[in-house]
C-alpha cells in the first residue's frame, strides 16, 4: 500500500484511485484530530457534535491486511473548530486518566496474551479472567470478545 507524501502525521494510504483521503479532506477546510477505530471516532464525534461543534469522520483506506476487516476512521473539524475541538477532547480524556476503572482498563488492553502458552488469561474489555485450552476460538465468557486462536499470531520475525 502506497503511503501519501504529502501528509505529516500520520501518513494516509492512497485508495485504489491514487487519492488522499486526509488531503482531500484538507483541501474542503477540514483538519485532521485524529485517527483510529469506528468505536473511538464515533464517540469523540458525538461528544463534540453534543458541544455545537460539525466533526466529520471518514473510513481510511486500508494500510495493513487485517485494516480491511477492522478499519481505521478519520476524525475531523472545520479548521476553525480545531482549537476548541482539541481542548474538549482533551478535557475528556484527562477525565478518563484521572478514573482508576479507566486506567486498569487502559492498562489491560496494553497487556499482550499468549494464547499458545495456555492457562489463565485477563479480558482486556472486561478484566475477566479465565483460563483457556484447547485449539479453538478463545472468547471471554462474561463480554464474548474474540481474542484469535491459539498457534495463529503472526510471525513478525519474517518482516
Keep these: 500500500m502506497q503511503l501519501c507524501d504529502r501528509c505529516a502525521t500520520p501518513p494516509t494510504p492512497l485508495d485504489e484511485e491514487g487519492r488522499c483521503v486526509t ?14 477505530a469506528f468505536a473511538s471516532i464515533r464517540d469523540m464525534m458525538t461528544l463534540l457534535e453534543d458541544k455545537g461543534l460539525a ?13 480491511r476487516v477492522h478499519p481505521l476512521w478519520n476524525l475531523y473539524v472545520p479548521a476553525d473548530e480545531v482549537g476548541a475541538a482539541r481542548d474538549l477532547l482533551r478535557k475528556d480524556w484527562a477525565g478518563l486518566l484521572e478514573d482508576p476503572d479507566a486506567t486498569a482498563a487502559a ?6 496474551i499468549d494464547l499458545d502458552a495456555g492457562g489463565e488469561v485477563t479480558c482486556p474489555a ?23 486462536v491459539p498457534g495463529a499470531a503472526p510471525d513478525d520475525s519474517k518482516e
Design 23 to 36: 488531503c482531500d479532506a484538507a483541501g474542503e477546510g477540514l483538519a485532521l484530530l485524529s485517527r483510529s
Design 55 to 67: 466533526p466529520e469522520m471518514e473510513k481510511v483506506p486500508p494500510a495493513r491486511p487485517e485494516e
Design 107 to 112: 492498562e489491560r488492553g496494553q497487556a499482550e
Design 126 to 148: 472486561c478484566g475477566h479472567r479465565f483460563a483457556i485450552g484447547g485449539t479453538g476460538e478463545v472468547e471471554c465468557p462474561e463480554c464474548g470478545l474474540g481474542l484469535g
